[in-house]
């Protein structure tokens, strides 16, 4: 019998996983044989060691066991029977980066695992038969041969020594390769359907062309096979045809059996943009896309007062920031949603170099060039360079992935969230709608749904959130968020800035031809538009019965301005309605009072300086005539002379 192997706490510790307590408990049993060392002492005790051979056998195993690590500095299993044994096996054979390239990494992982088997009989038999120690392990067993070597082994990593000796003669004949387990060349492949083509033509024609579940063609297989192969009186099994068609190219079976916008997402290839390349405000990408949340209308022209609705939201994303630079929601987008998104971004950020749009008719309405003077393409005037993505491509437009942030982080937190179809719509969606179905009728007293209102200001305060603290991991931002990245690079030297405000609001809203009516007001798409401060009351007051045109954004009816016909401002205008609907204050309502005495003075002055002008001249208004007697003035105005 060997000397036995003693081992300090700390070592039994590693090998088992034991804790103090579990180390003692084992003591107290008799399960674990403990000694006190021999030399050396600790505060006035004696060191304990620890019989190697009483632990658990995978224990022993992970104590003889080194570390494996890739390449030349592997370590092999190295057997010991005391401390002071040189270590009989050094290291792994060396395996090649390019030979483990050829397999999986479950492959690499089955071949390392046999190679750290069979590492010692490989370093074993390399040496001379003089050179070959003899060895004793731990449990007094003599190692003086291969075949006791190898029956060492074989009970060390539990398998057999003739699966043992299989991997070592693989390992000779074929190297590193010869480890891994070889597979069949018939794998997965039907004798039946490789003998017979018809077969194989008829079972595609149903699963790729009638679009038909593998069950389904197995069934219409069998009621036709007479008719394909008249010899055959076998059928393959189901297990066969199911193997055989779900192994068909995943291309073919995306395009026949998914449609062609999923072939153009998931196999056609793209470039890549070199996001690092561009700057700020070079290229601004939009799109629209739908919430997922219904909402109550409250704001949305052209749909009745507190109808269920999935609003639209139409966005402007800067493609080298990724920051949201321009929003705009609406019922049913258009063009108009785009302007006014344009125009929120522009005039906070700049004008763009290029923007990059759909392919869709509202989007050509923007960059278009074939208009009149009055309704041409803003994108011409303004000098930016549209460039149209392709057709049914979303990749292509990377603000399609953050209409998808928007509904998996901001729209799913509502109650009225109802998914991206019918089938993902949760049970709280339908009944929140049921309610607001009741609450229309008149048999609820309130309704779940949010105001639209309420959804976009908090849409909005979201998307300011999302620009200034989401850190972002896409190429080129290095996890930086949008205002950083965006701030970081623009240089001041490079913002385009418009002239004016009203300029910008003349060149994008909607123009419409409407005449002055009392107080300077104009009615427009509905509302009542009044001036909004002293100074476009004063000039509006001098408008009034004339015609005039009145630019208003259509996606935001809230401001607008007024324009003599030759395009020359007048004066800014706001909706009369949003002060019903919005809180105001009393300073608010004074204001209001004091700019219309200030007009109706103005207007009284300027009348009765004319009757003074009047009177100085001499001048006698009709009424006075008629008082003092003047019968030929009375016979003229009574009876007037006609002319035949």
């Not at 108009?336 to 125009?343: C, E, F």
């Not at 609450?439 to 959130?465: H, M, Y």
Request: with cysteine; net charge positive.
């Amino acid at each position: 019998m060997g000397a036995e192997l003693w081992i300090n706490k700390e070592a039994v510790r590693s090998a088992t996983g034991w804790s103090d307590r579990t180390i003692r408990w084992k003591v107290q049993l008799g399960a674990l044989r403990l000694r006190k060392a021999r030399n050396g002492q600790k505060r006035g005790f004696g060191l304990r060691e620890y019989a190697l051979s009483s632990l658990p056998v995978e224990a022993q195993l992970k104590f003889f066991k080194q570390p494996l690590l890739s390449g030349p500095a592997c370590t092999a299993l190295a057997l010991r029977s005391d401390l002071n044994q040189p270590k009989l096996f050094a290291s792994l054979p060396e395996v090649t980066e390019p030979e483990r390239l050829n397999f999986s990494a479950s492959q690499n992982a089955q071949a390392l695992k046999r190679l750290e088997a069979i590492a010692p009989l490989v370093e074993f038999s390399s040496r001379s038969r003089r050179s070959r120690p003899t060895f004793r392990t731990v449990g007094g067993v003599a190692v003086r041969s291969m075949n006791s070597l190898a029956d060492f082994l074989a009970g060390q990593h539990h398998v057999s020594p003739r699966t043992l000796w299989n991997w070592y003669g693989q390992y000779r004949k074929l190297g590193y390769a010869g480890l891994v387990d070889r597979v069949r060349s018939d794998k997965g492949k039907s004798r039946f359907l490789k003998a017979h083509p018809a077969v194989r033509a008829y079972l595609e024609n149903k699963y790729l062309g009638e679009r038909l579940s593998i069950r389904l063609v197995y069934q219409a297989l069998l009621r036709d096979l007479r008719n394909l192969e008249p010899r055959c009186t076998r059928p393959p099994s189901y297990s066969a045809v199911r193997s055989y068609l779900q192994q068909l190219p995943k291309p073919l079976l995306i395009l026949s059996r998914e449609g062609e916008r999923q072939f153009q997402e998931r196999c056609e290839p793209y470039l890549l943009t070199d996001f690092e390349s561009l700057v700020p405000n070079q290229i601004w990408v939009s799109d629209h896309g739908q919430h997922d949340v219904w909402v109550r209308n409250d704001l949305f022209s052209g749909v009745s007062t507190n109808a269920a609705v999935r609003s639209w939201l139409t966005a402007m994303i800067d493609m080298r920031s990724r920051k949201i630079v321009g929003t705009a929601w609406s019922a049913t987008p258009s063009s108009h949603t785009i302007s006014s998104a344009l125009r929120v971004g522009i005039e906070s950020f700049g004008i763009p170099q290029i923007l990059y749009v759909d392919n869709g008719k509202d989007y050509e309405k923007v960059g278009h060039i074939d208009f009149s003077p009055e309704c041409s393409g803003v994108l011409v005037r303004l000098g930016i360079q549209p460039q149209y993505c392709l057709p049914r491509h979303p990749q292509s437009k990377l603000i399609e992935s953050w209409f998808g942030t928007v509904r998996k982080r901001f729209d799913c937190l509502w109650p009225s969230y109802c998914g991206a179809g019918p089938k993902d719509r949760p049970e709280q969606c339908m009944a929140a709608l049921k309610e607001h179905q009741a609450f229309l009728k008149g048999k609820g007293k309130s309704s779940p749904l949010p105001l639209a209102s309420e959804f976009i200001a908090t849409a909005r305060q979201w998307i300011t959130e999302y620009n200034s603290q989401h850190p972002h991991g896409g190429r080129g931002m290095r996890g930086r968020t949008p205002d950083e990245v965006f701030n970081e690079l623009l240089l001041p030297g490079q913002k385009r800035l418009i002239e004016s405000p009203e300029v910008l609001y003349a060149l994008f809203w909607d123009r419409q031809r409407r005449k002055v009516s009392e107080g300077g007001c104009v009615q427009l798409y509905g509302e009542r538009y009044e001036p909004a401060d002293g100074e476009s009351l004063a000039k509006l007051f001098l408008e009034i019965e004339r015609d005039v045109l009145v630019a208003c954004d259509p996606a935001n009816l809230g401001e607008a301005i007024a324009l003599d016909l030759d395009g020359r401002l007048l004066g800014r205008l706001r909706a009369q309605k949003l002060i019903t609907r919005g809180p105001i204050s009393y300073e608010d309502i004074r204001a209001s009072m004091r700019i219309r005495r200030t007009a109706r003075k103005a207007i009284a002055d300027y009348v009765s300086g004319l009757s003074g002008i009047r009177a100085r001249a001499g001048d006698r208004t009709e009424i006075s005539h008629l008082q003092n007697g003047d019968r030929a003035v009375w016979r003229q105005l009574l009876f007037p002379v006609v002319y035949f």
